[in-house]
Each structure stands twice: as C-alpha cells, then as structure tokens.
C-alpha cells in the first residue's frame, strides 16, 4: 500500500558486522559503540555527529557498506523512525516475533495438511500462555523495587510483562546523575548524566515546567545548538518523579 512504511531490521544490520567488517580486528568494539549511536542518540542532529564521530574513531569514513547505511538511515535508525506508530514492533524483535513462534511448530519442508494442524496447535498454545498470563495478573504480584509511591501506582495498574519493564527503568536511575543548572518562573533546566558503561557517560538536558507538568529531553549537546533537536515521549529513568518545589533532585 502507498502509505505503508517499511523499516529494515536493526538484528540483521549488526549481525552483518563480522561479514562485512571481517578486515577490522575489533569488529567487536566496532559493533558495541554502533549499537551505542544507533540507540542512545535522543535527535538526528546527535545521530549524524555521533556516527561521523564512530567513523573517525574507528578509521571507516571510507567503508562503502557504512556509508550506505547511513545513506538509508531514515528506515532502520530509531531516531528516524519513532514518529511513526509501530504497534509496539520494533526492529530487533526477530527473536520474539510471530516468525519465531511459528518456527517452533512448521518448518519450510512442512506439507499443507500439516500446517493446517500445526496452526492450530499454535493458536491454542498462544491462548493457554495468554490464560496463564491473565491469572498470574490477578492472582500475583511482583514486589515493588524502590519505595516509590509511583511505582506502586504502576504496580497496581499494569499487568506483570509491562510492570518488569517499568521496574528495570526504576533501577536505572541509580546510574543517573543529575544536577540543577538554572530555575526561574517555574522553569527548570537540568544536567542529567547517565552512566550507561563503565567508559561511556551520556549527557542530557532536561527541562521542567512546573506549570505545564512537563518534562522535556534534550541531548546535550543538541541542546546547546538548536531548540529544534527537542526529544519528547521517550519514558527516561529519571523521568518517573516530578520534582516538588525546592527539590533538586529530580527523581534521583
């Protein structure tokens, strides 16, 4: 259809690294700092200044297979792509997709009557871990992991899978640090610095307005440029508790 967009698959891009890179001894490190470009620039301006700074580092400003991948960056960079609706899809999701699923039931070499069965087994083993999941729901609980009243409203209204997700956020805030830059007319500019490897610390500015209620990320260095590379909808780990007056601390 003319209005559908296509994304191609982040998985299969960095399972490609070792092939397409094989003349380079650190294809390893190679493929940890551009998982860290592809998924921790918060703007394209961040995006384009984070991968010329990967290909300088590494000696690959004149790789063709990279060059064309930024070329094409517009249909598999996040970035790119998040103002999109992706019904909760995302591209690295290959080994929990339905591919995957149906693999453990059919293979290529399966004849069409044993499809048809097997596609019934299929469906009801989706339906019984669906059942099993709605029960461990109403009957379960996962303990909270902090004391944070915001948790437990999470607690209370999510179901466990989405709850898992929400808690790994709330541990995540015991590797940011934040400090206040400037407040004024209940506006509040902050310095949140997120320590995402032992030799990788990742800067943001985040603006608060306490009348409007709204928090709003900025890469730091972006920020510094442009309003325009503004970043909104993303749940960040510092994000979970709105400040009080006076507090400085932002959730931390």
């Known amino acids: 259809m003319p209005t559908t967009v296509h994304r191609w698959c982040i998985w299969h891009i ?11 001894k650190a294809h390893a490190d190679v493929e940890q700092q551009m998982s860290h470009v592809v998924w921790n620039s918060h703007s394209k301006d961040s995006f384009d200044r984070n991968w010329n700074d990967f290909l300088v580092n590494f000696g690959l400003a004149d790789n063709k297979w990279l060059s064309d991948l930024y070329e094409d960056r ?11 609706f992706w019904a909760g899809m995302r591209s690295t999701q290959r080994s929990e997709s339905m591919h995957s699923f149906f693999n453990k039931y059919i293979t290529r070499n399966s004849s069409l009557i044993q499809f048809v069965k097997q596609y019934d087994n299929c469906l009801g083993s989706r339906e019984q871990a669906e059942r099993e999941s709605d029960a461990a729901d109403f009957h379960t609980v996962i303990p909270c992991a902090t ?5 437990t409203q999470f607690q209370d209204a999510y179901t466990q899978a989405k709850f898992r997700k929400v808690q790994a956020q709330f541990r995540g805030k015991a590797n940011c640090i934040t400090r206040l830059k400037n407040s004024a007319l209940g506006y509040s ?5 997120e320590q995402v490897s032992s030799s990788i610390l990742d800067k943001f500015a985040v603006t608060y307005d306490s009348v409007a209620a709204e928090i709003n990320l ?4 972006s920020a510094a440029h442009s309003s325009s590379s503004q970043y909104q909808g993303q749940v960040i780990n510092y994000q979970f508790r709105v400040p009080a007056a006076g507090d400085n601390s932002l959730g931390v």
């Open 74 to 84: 517009h249909i598999w960079v996040p970035i790119y792509l998040d103002h999109h």
């Open 218 to 221: 900025f890469d730091a260095a």
């Open 147 to 151: 004391k944070s009243p915001i948790e």
């Open 14 to 24: 960095m399972k490609k690294i070792p092939s397409k890179l094989n003349g380079y």
């Open 189 to 193: 500019v902050y310095e949140v610095g």
